[in-house]
């Protein structure tokens, strides 16, 4: 099974506009973190926002925003007031078996296909 | 602080021949984490060093192979390249112990090789 699906190939938003970015993963580890990356076409990857699964409140990060269903397993990236300088791809990842604070912290990041947002002027 | 650094940015190579490419972490960071991009499979990770040591291995075959120093820098290596070893190339660092989730992986620019 896969485990973080990212089920949209691309996305169109008109600027200024909001526009959510579905992703849904799959662990059976109480200890995970979930990350958004934007990746503009120079390759590098951004880091955007995480939430970790013990977090109770969802994160956000200026125009960002985490809408994290535990029970769903959903962790959908909000994008508010979009720019042109948001289209990108955008990939959702996760990182199991993971506590803050502690040693031997495993690193390995799974991701999902990526999602193409397209912003519009 | 600097950032991940990867060298070189761009690599044409031809079928058969191997390549290296370089790492440098952040510094104070220990684990080193290597992924291939490409349009087909997306995102696959690699492998991850941890002082001097291979942690965690990816699915893919021996031709991929790494290593890492005593300054934490890593080295991965590919041998025999084929076509659809042309991918983008990325490395990411992170800190033994995550204080906050932003402690996460700090990725480098990536490095494009080109196989013809």
């Known amino acids: 099974a896969q485990k973080i699906t990212q089920t949209q190939p691309g996305m169109f938003v008109q600027e200024k506009e909001a526009v959510t970015l579905d992703c849904t993963y799959d662990?059976?580890?109480?200890?995970?973190?979930l990350f958004w990356y934007k990746q503009p076409s120079s390759g590098e990857m951004i880091f955007l926002i995480y939430?970790?699964?013990?977090?109770?409140q969802n994160a956000t990060e200026g125009r960002y925003s985490l809408n994290f269903q535990k029970a769903r397993k959903s962790a959908n990236l909000v994008i508010s007031a979009s720019q042109l300088g948001d289209s990108a791809m955008y990939f959702c990842a996760m990182r199991e078996g993971v506590t803050l604070r502690t040693t031997g912290a495993n690193s390995k990041l799974t991701f999902g296909k990526g999602i193409t947002l397209s912003v519009r002027p | 602080k600097a950032g991940v650094t990867q060298t070189p940015r761009y690599l044409i190579k031809t079928r058969g021949q191997q390549v290296t490419l370089s790492c440098s972490p952040i510094?104070?960071?220990?684990?080193v984490s290597w992924y291939q991009q490409t349009p087909g499979q997306g995102l696959q990770f690699l492998f991850e060093y941890f002082s001097e040591t291979q942690r965690n291995k990816g699915n893919f075959p021996g031709r991929f192979s790494g290593r890492q120093f005593s300054n934490s820098r890593s080295e991965m290596n590919v041998s025999t390249l084929e076509l659809g070893d042309s991918a983008l190339y990325l490395c990411?660092?992170?800190?033994?112990?995550?204080?906050?989730?932003?402690?996460?992986?700090?990725f480098g620019p990536g490095t494009r090789l080109t196989v013809l």
């Open positions: 510094s104070g960071h220990r684990s």
């Open positions: 939430q970790g699964s013990y977090d109770q």
């Open positions: 990411a660092s992170s800190p033994e112990v995550l204080d906050t989730w932003t402690d996460t992986q700090y």
């Open positions: 662990t059976s580890d109480p200890s995970y973190g």
